[in-house]
């Protein structure tokens, strides 16, 4: 079975242009999570879609968005970049078992640098 | 607002040394999930535990989830160069929707 896969690995940009960034899931997996990593922060949750719908939301700007479609691939789009926004972005497709519990397996992420 | 401690947050040790890292919470968890995560690569899930007091090997790596499910520790017997990573410990609350994350131990096996 195919991991997650991220597209593209490497992007760079300057401040004020946006990005969006895709992610397609493990076959079979609905859910689908986005995380900021930096090296001072960790892992920074952005938000989790589940069947189209956004289920969960971290706690950055407007200026990150996302959405799913019907084959549960992902995208986030992030306007007026900052430098800032510099950072590995990771997202992680999950299994979602009876019960609610789940178990989150990320792809190797797009390294977004921002100049 | 739960919360997730690692420590050491860095550690740097010579190969075939022991060590141990942690996870803290005052938090309860449902189950706990450790992560390793090389550079430019994303975290690849070693374990989880789910239940209090459990104990799970994976070769030379020992986990452990305490008994009140609010901390996790883990042990590797016998460092090699091939540990070195940025280890990962995640939560899962009564929702496990969303996991919480603990900020990472960054390893270095020297060989």
């Known amino acids: 079975k195919a991991g997650v896969t991220q597209t593209p690995r490497y992007l760079i940009k300057t401040r004020g242009q946006q990005v969006t960034l895709s992610c397609s899931p493990i076959s079979g997996h609905r859910s689908v999570s986005w995380y900021q990593q930096t090296p001072g922060q960790g892992l920074q949750f952005l938000f989790e879609y589940f069947s189209e719908t956004q289920r969960n939301k971290g706690n950055f700007p407007g200026r990150f968005s996302g959405r799913q479609f019907s084959n549960s691939r992902s995208e986030m789009n992030v306007s007026t970049l900052e430098l800032g926004d510099s950072a590995l972005y990771l997202c992680?497709?999950?299994?979602?078992?009876?019960?609610?519990?789940?178990?989150?397996?990320f792809g190797p992420g797009t390294r977004l640098l921002v100049l | 607002t739960q919360l997730l401690e690692q420590s050491p947050q860095f550690l740097s040790i010579q190969e075939g040394e022991n060590l141990t890292v942690y996870c803290n919470s005052s938090s309860v968890f449902s189950s706990l999930q450790w992560y390793r995560q090389e550079p430019g690569e994303g975290p690849v899930l070693l374990v989880t535990?789910?239940?209090g007091g459990e104990v799970k090997k994976l070769k030379r790596l020992t986990f452990q989830f305490g008994d009140a499910r609010k901390d996790s520790s883990l042990h590797i017997t016998a460092a090699q160069p091939g540990d070195t990573g940025l280890y990962l410990c995640a939560g899962a609350g009564d929702s496990n929707y969303q996991l919480i994350w603990g900020a990472g131990t960054k390893l270095i096996i020297k060989p």
């Open positions: 535990v789910v239940t």
């Open positions: 992680a497709s999950s299994l979602v078992l009876a019960g609610g519990k789940k178990t989150q397996y």
